[in-house]
């Protein structure tokens, strides 16, 4: 399955932050919509980073900054894998693994247009009692 259909199939909605956003913002968010982590964008949209759980963490655990006094910029990930809508669901499966990553941004055009997550791996091989070998969007990347 091409991962512009499966993001259609479940209707994403694409929540993002800002350079200039406050962690504690930046914290909200992704409380409030369950997720992860998100894109960063720059003031024209263009994909500059991703903020993850773990990056908040890491960077508070190390500085101790109060989240009002953090940014956005200060913490995120900068480099960024990315994948095209016509990229295998299968594809980012094996990406996320091999990089060690949760979280993968698809880019068109320039522009994020979603994100798979591991959950959304997860999802799909639910389907098939956990045997993703059963699963035929996952199966080849099972191999």
């Known amino acids: 399955m091409k991962i512009g259909a499966y993001l259609q199939n479940i209707d994403q909605k694409l929540v993002t932050c800002r ?23 720059s003031a024209d949209g263009t994909l500059v ?16 900054s109060a989240l009002e006094d953090l940014k956005v910029e200060d913490m995120l990930t900068k480099s960024v894998v990315f994948m095209s809508p016509e990229a ?24 994020v247009v979603g994100v798979v997550s591991i959950r959304d791996v997860l999802a799909l091989a639910i389907e098939t009692d956990g045997d993703i070998a059963l699963h035929p969007v996952l199966a080849v990347a099972a191999r």
């Not at 200039?20 to 992860?36: K, P, S």
């Not at 295998?88 to 522009?111: C, E, S, W, Y």
Request: no cysteine.
């Open 88 to 111: 295998d669901l299968a594809d980012a499966m094996q990406t996320m693994n091999k990089h060690g990553f949760r979280h993968i941004p698809i880019v068109a055009d320039g522009k």
């Open 19 to 41: 350079l200039g956003d406050t962690a504690r913002q930046a914290a909200v968010t992704l409380r409030e919509h369950g997720i992860g982590a998100m894109p960063v964008l």
């Open 49 to 64: 980073g991703m903020l993850s759980e773990r990056d908040l963490v890491a960077y508070f655990a190390r500085e101790g």
